[in-house]
């Protein structure tokens, strides 16, 4: 196992409620058995202190479990959910795919990936700008709105782009900025605009104060849906479980997760930390199982990886150039 740490430039800031970024540090994961190889990137969980310092202590303390040969089951009981687990988990799968010479939806047992509508991402800004973004959005069939919990503002924000864009389908995302005597009025404000969905609108310790709340429309967890241990509790509370495999720590849990929600009745999403398109490139696979995708964070990057997923018309297809599908004569060491 090699370990590296890449940082990712943003073309420019991106503000979401409590937050401004600039930059993310990234750790990318090889694994070699000295034939084949598979890779894996891990972006960590910013509110949970999953940083690169955290990922790399992590991993080095894991070397020597991981070396031995470790298979993607008994990775989750060595590494807990989060970015190092992820790297690891996704790099086991490229190389499973490497070693069998079988794309890794096929591993997954799935039928071949076909591109997705993905949502694409406006951080919170004043409503004009945000509504000029949301114009410059042009293929854009999606679009995802960053709320900051300034419920006056963020109101004016949804109806600014509503204007701009009437044509497109719009979530909301609070990112915990809101508190629970806000919900009647934020709802209400957004259901006028025709806003599809509300995501995690509570901060993830005020899971309770949704407790049968009876929204009109459907409201997802984030942050509070970390692994598969947090899906049960998800009922009664959310909607919809948004599944990130830098929280749930890979693949392996992340197709966990979609099965259980499905099986619990509850609506599936698809999004990503700040991560290129190796980052992407797993959880588009994951993708094909939910109901909604944001994978939209390459386009944010000064510079993505070459080869990267494909935009366009709204929607994402990320390719086996990429990652993990390539013939097994391709993902030979060098």
Not at 27 to 37: C, F, I
Not at 38 to 58: I, Y
Not at 184 to 205: F, H, K, N, T
Request: hydrophobic content about 45%.
């Amino acid at each position: 196992m090699t370990v590296a740490t890449e940082r990712l430039r943003l073309a420019q800031p991106f503000r979401i409620s409590g937050y401004v970024f600039e930059h993310s540090d990234v750790v990318v994961v090889t694994l070699s058995d000295g034939e084949y190889q598979g890779r894996g990137e891990g972006g960590g969980v910013f509110f949970l202190g999953d940083d690169v310092a955290h990922m790399t202590s992590q991993l080095a303390e894991a070397s020597t479990a991981i070396e031995t040969g470790v298979t993607r089951r008994e990775l989750r009981h060595i590494l807990p959910p989060g970015g190092a687990r992820n790297a690891v988990d996704c790099a086991l799968w490229e190389l499973e795919a490497a070693r069998s010479g079988r794309p890794v939806w096929e591993l997954a047992g799935l039928a071949a990936p076909k591109a997705l509508r993905t949502t694409f991402t406006l951080g919170a800004d004043t409503p004009e700008v945000m509504a000029q973004g949301a114009r410059n959005y042009a293929d854009a069939k999606a679009i995802k709105i960053k709320l900051t919990g300034d419920l006056a503002l963020d109101i004016a924000r949804v109806r600014a782009i509503r204007a701009a864009r009437p044509d497109a389908w719009l979530s909301v995302d609070g990112n915990q900025g809101f508190t629970a005597d806000q919900l009647d009025p934020l709802i209400a404000a957004l259901q006028a605009a025709g806003v599809a969905l509300l995501e995690q609108p509570l901060a993830r310790d005020r899971d309770a104060d949704l407790e049968g709340y009876r929204s009109p429309m459907p409201i997802a967890g984030d942050e509070s849906i970390v692994s598969l241990s947090d899906i049960a509790g998800a009922v009664g509370r959310f909607n919809v479980v948004t599944i990130k495999l830098d929280k749930c720590g890979g693949l392996t849990e992340g197709l966990l997760m979609a099965a259980e929600a499905r099986k619990l009745g509850l609506g599936v999403m698809v999004g990503n930390m700040v991560g290129t398109s190796l980052a992407m490139a797993p959880a588009f696979i994951l993708g094909q199982l939910c109901d909604i995708v944001d994978l939209d964070s390459p386009i944010f990057l000064a510079r993505d990886r070459t080869p990267g997923a494909v935009y366009r018309d709204g929607d994402i297809h990320v390719g086996g150039e990429v990652w993990g599908t390539r013939d097994a004569a391709d993902r030979k060491n060098l």
